[in-house]
């Protein structure tokens, strides 16, 4: 197609802004916008175009809107390729500083100039605004019914139009689009827009109880307590309502203040102790204030009371999970083992049923009891066998089948379910070793073990349409800085269903963002950890598992006698290849270094007038932390799984549950690691390895047989 080919030449021609309009859209400081604008003026056509695409879009965000829009107005003297996105934005920086006229002159006919943009809804929305602005909401209605079809369950659309039937005096109409969106999208920014628009017009009284109680709920399920407590709060205070509702809101309220951490005993107290839901949840509440205080009676005493009275209670089986996570972390595995298993009886259903179930399992085998044990793993396979916990139960039954019932073979059969279902897992490669330990036993059929799959992988295309104008607007926009817009024109390809997310992720990555690259992965291939290598094309491996920096890796790696694909591994854990990444507990960098670890390995390394910022450096980092992960290593007797854990949750620690042995294997240990944080992180980074192992081996198979794949 000629328009793709010149959007291609655009890109092209614009490749060396990449870089400059990149750090620009992040950094926005005065030299960066120094040197996008010295990069329009030395250049004409597409290459300038993009240039001031880049300043105005960066000037849009720094609400500098003036400065916005007369470079967004250069772009179409030099060419046309960015013209729509040159009159959406010019027009969306006019109105920002309120010229209304200059911004419906951009807007009006966009979509019959602009037939295949991605601003196709936003366009006329943002029309319809400028209309109400200038005083004519009956253009304003026009504008936005040309859009009706496709966008009248968006929030933009639901909000704008609600403006629209205020300003034409058709209040009763606004209310109830103001309140559909409020209740349909109450995260949204626009939500909040709408309910200020009900509080402005006095409406926001005519939301009832339950649909108040909505938006709390929403608030809360989304981990926004803050604002989740204040709905309840002012429930409970609205004395028009009943009591007993009264009394559920402030219940719902109290565990908006115990997630905010400032609920206190009296506070709990003070609620009122119904026969109901809201008295299981008081009860559960007054639990979790007695364990926060390590007051182990009253935890009993409470948790005993509410299988009395509320038998049935989900607000029950909460309290025994998380009494049941309090033992196991003091060690106490038989009362812990106790509370999960009362909660798998009794609540089969529960959202926590088939971990606690496996953790009452787990806890016997710890505590010598194998045959409760093997009883309770072959129950987790049977009545789980869908969840996460179940790869470790059938290895764990393998285990009991081949140390206490002398059964080889059946051991075998669930060795080689494991290895077969949940192919990277850490339990699958421990599965392989127990397999080659046992020589080849006799196969025995096994129907529970058989039925079990592999998660299936849909069709996903490797490769894509040449004369796709978005994948090439794409890339255009992205030489521009405009990173949020990429996704945005991929997936406008009517056809890119099966190969969208490579295309947004390889186009991250070919300016080096790894991480951001990745990311759009995980989110399309939530289940590839499991999959076969050669059920996901080698494209998506690569992206998924980065070998960003890998010639910094190796040499560093070598120079601290460490595997390559372990410090990689490590990286992908710790930081996904970002080396940007700060921590809520201010570690830097891709192997996420403290400070002052930084400065200590930095002195050893012989560097002079460390600064805590070099952190940020992809090679001064890996540098420094492989010569820490060197020495963790090292400090405990270079057993991997020992040092991978201290590296997450500090050498105390790690000694601490080395002492809570013994173990009759390395396997034993990780899955007692009592964090299932570090849990998950040291059987994360061993499952990495193993994938980037698979993924060279079939690279090398490839590039041997002629198929090809570069790194």
């Known amino acids: 197609m000629a328009r793709t080919a010149r959007i291609k030449q655009a890109f092209v021609a614009s490749t060396e802004l990449r870089p400059m309009a990149q750090q620009l859209t992040t950094l926005r400081t005065p030299a960066a916008y120094e040197g996008v604008a010295a990069y329009a003026h030395r250049h004409t056509g597409d290459a300038a175009a993009a240039a001031y695409l880049s300043l105005g879009h960066a000037y849009l965000l720094d609400k500098r809107y003036a400065d916005a829009a007369s470079n967004l107005r250069l772009i179409r003297q030099h060419s046309e390729v960015l013209a729509d996105y040159a009159d959406f934005l010019a027009a969306e920086a006019e109105h920002d500083q309120g010229n209304e006229a200059a911004a419906v002159a951009l807007l009006q006919g966009f979509n019959e100039r602009h037939a295949d943009s991605i601003f196709d809804i936003e366009a006329p929305e943002l029309e319809a605004n400028v209309l109400l602005a200038q005083g004519n909401p009956t253009a304003a209605q026009h504008a936005l019914a040309s859009v009706a079809d496709v966008a009248a369950e968006l929030p933009n659309y639901e909000l704008t139009l609600g403006k629209i039937d205020f300003a034409l005096g058709q209040q009763e109409?606004?209310?109830?689009?103001?309140?559909?969106?409020?209740?349909?999208?109450?995260?949204?920014?626009?939500?909040?827009?709408?309910?200020?628009?009900l509080t402005a017009i006095g409406a926001e009284s005519s939301l009832t109880a339950a649909e108040l109680r909505s938006l709390g709920d929403a608030f809360y399920n989304a981990g926004r307590y803050a604002e989740a407590g204040e709905q309840y709060h002012a429930l409970a205070r609205n004395a028009t309502l009943p009591a007993s509702d009264r009394n559920g809101f402030a219940v719902d309220a109290a565990a908006c203040d115990l997630k905010l951490k400032r609920l206190?005993?009296?506070?709990?107290?003070?609620?009122?102790?119904?026969?109901?839901?809201?008295?299981?949840?008081?009860?559960?509440?007054?639990?979790?204030?007695?364990?926060?205080?390590?007051?182990?009676?009253?935890l009993q005493r409470i948790v005993d009371q509410m299988k009395t009275r509320f038998p049935q209670s989900p607000w029950l089986a909460e309290a025994l999970f998380s009494s049941g996570n309090m033992y196991m972390l003091r060690r106490d595995y038989a009362n812990a083992a106790a509370y999960y298993s009362y909660l798998a009886t009794h609540f089969p259903g529960h959202k926590n049923a088939a971990a606690a179930h496996w953790r009452a399992g787990w806890l016997n085998y710890r505590q010598g009891l194998y045959s409760d044990a093997a009883r309770i793993f072959d129950e987790q396979i049977k009545l789980f066998p869908n969840a996460t916990e179940t790869a470790a139960a059938l290895y764990w039954r393998g285990r009991l089948y081949e140390t206490q019932d002398n059964n080889r073979a059946l051991a075998a059969t669930n060795y080689r379910t494991v290895s077969r279902v949940y192919q990277h897992y850490f339990y699958a490669q421990m599965a392989r070793q127990r397999l080659q330990a046992l020589g080849e036993p006799l196969l025995v059929s096994q129907a529970q073990a058989e039925s079990m799959q592999p998660l299936p992988v849909?069709?996903?295309?490797?490769?894509?349409?040449?004369?796709?104008?978005?994948?090439?607007k794409a890339r255009l926009v992205a030489n521009a800085g405009l990173n949020d817009y990429i996704a945005q024109e991929i997936a406008a390809d009517p056809d890119s269903d099966s190969w969208s997310a490579l295309a947004e992720a390889q186009l991250y990555a070919s300016f080096g963002e790894s991480f951001r690259a990745m990311h759009a992965l995980k989110r399309a291939l939530p289940y590839a950890t499991s999959a076969s290598i050669n059920s996901i094309p080698l494209a998506y491996w690569r992206i998924l598992f980065p070998q960003a920096w890998w010639d910094t890796i190796q040499t560093e790696s070598a120079k601290n006698g460490l595997d390559p694909y372990m410090v990689a591994s490590l990286i992908r854990q710790e930081s996904e290849f970002n080396p940007s990444a700060i921590s809520y507990a201010n570690a830097y960098g891709l192997m996420q270094l403290l400070p002052s670890v930084g400065k200590s390995m930095a002195r050893e390394e012989?560097?002079?007038?460390?600064?805590?910022?070099?952190?940020?450096?992809?090679?001064?980092?890996?540098?420094?932390?492989?010569?820490?992960?060197?020495?963790?290593?090292?400090?405990?007797?270079?057993?991997?799984?020992?040092?991978?854990?201290?590296?997450?949750?500090?050498?105390?620690?790690?000694?601490?549950?080395?002492?809570?042995?013994?173990?009759?294997?390395?396997?034993?240990?990780?899955?007692?690691?009592?964090?299932?944080?570090?849990?998950?992180?040291?059987?994360?980074?061993?499952?990495?390895?193993?994938?980037?192992?698979?993924?060279?081996?079939v690279?090398?198979?490839?590039?041997?047989?002629?198929?090809?794949?570069?790194?």
């Open 458 to 472: 849909p069709h996903l295309a490797d490769t894509f349409p040449a004369d796709s104008p978005h994948i090439a």
């Open 264 to 298: 206190t005993e009296a506070q709990a107290q003070a609620l009122a102790d119904t026969p109901d839901e809201n008295g299981a949840r008081r009860q559960y509440l007054l639990m979790e204030l007695a364990r926060n205080r390590n007051d182990e009676a009253e």
């Open 699 to 711: 690279a090398g198979t490839q590039s041997k047989t002629g198929i090809g794949a570069s790194r």
């Open 173 to 197: 109409e606004a209310e109830r689009v103001f309140k559909k969106l409020l209740l349909a999208h109450p995260l949204s920014p626009e939500a909040g827009v709408a309910r200020a628009k």
């Open 606 to 697: 012989g560097m002079s007038h460390f600064e805590t910022f070099q952190l940020l450096d992809p090679a001064t980092n890996i540098r420094l932390g492989t010569r820490y992960l060197r020495k963790t290593l090292d400090r405990f007797g270079g057993v991997q799984e020992y040092a991978l854990a201290a590296y997450n949750a500090g050498d105390e620690r790690v000694s601490d549950w080395q002492a809570a042995g013994p173990y009759h294997g390395i396997d034993e240990f990780v899955e007692s690691i009592p964090f299932t944080q570090t849990r998950d992180y040291v059987q994360g980074i061993l499952r990495n390895e193993d994938i980037y192992r698979s993924i060279d081996a």
